[in-house]
């Protein structure tokens, strides 16, 4: 099992930047890949980005790229995103979530990916 909890949600103004953090722990061995979804209301959860374990490749949705940026610390066993011009859009309950053994690219494809999910976060841009 491995257990993921976030943190840095808060509310901010457009154009305001944010990081969040996902702290794994367990079996963190087992990882491939860890990155983040989100969810705003009234809409179903979606990809943000994704990162393979030793950070070899990453992979962002469209309407992110060039804003955020996802990273990871191995010797922390945590991954973070990085949040700059943010928008109201942006709006949503940002979660962690970790796969033990999908390739990153799986979830930009819309197929299922991630086996272990944080709590989440909530993440309010104010316009």
């Known amino acids: 099992q491995v257990q993921l909890v976030e943190s840095g949600g808060g509310l901010v103004q457009a154009g305001d930047s944010l990081r969040l953090s996902c702290a794994a722990s367990?079996?963190?061995?087992?990882?491939?890949?860890m990155g983040w979804f989100r969810q705003a209301p009234g809409k179903e959860r979606e990809f943000v980005a994704n990162?393979?374990?030793?950070?070899?490749?990453?992979y962002y949705a469209d309407s992110v790229k060039g804003r955020f940026t996802i990273s990871v610390d191995n010797a922390k066993n945590t991954v973070y995103l990085q949040m700059n011009s943010l928008t109201p859009e942006d709006t949503a309950v940002y979660y962690c979530?970790?796969?033990?053994?999908?390739?990153?690219?799986?979830?930009?494809?819309?197929?299922?990916?991630?086996?272990?999910w944080g709590q989440g976060t909530q993440v309010t841009v104010s316009s």
């Open positions: 990162i393979s374990k030793y950070g070899g490749s990453t």
């Open positions: 979530a970790a796969d033990v053994s999908r390739s990153t690219s799986t979830a930009t494809m819309g197929l299922p990916w991630g086996d272990y």
């Open positions: 367990g079996r963190t061995s087992s990882v491939y890949g």
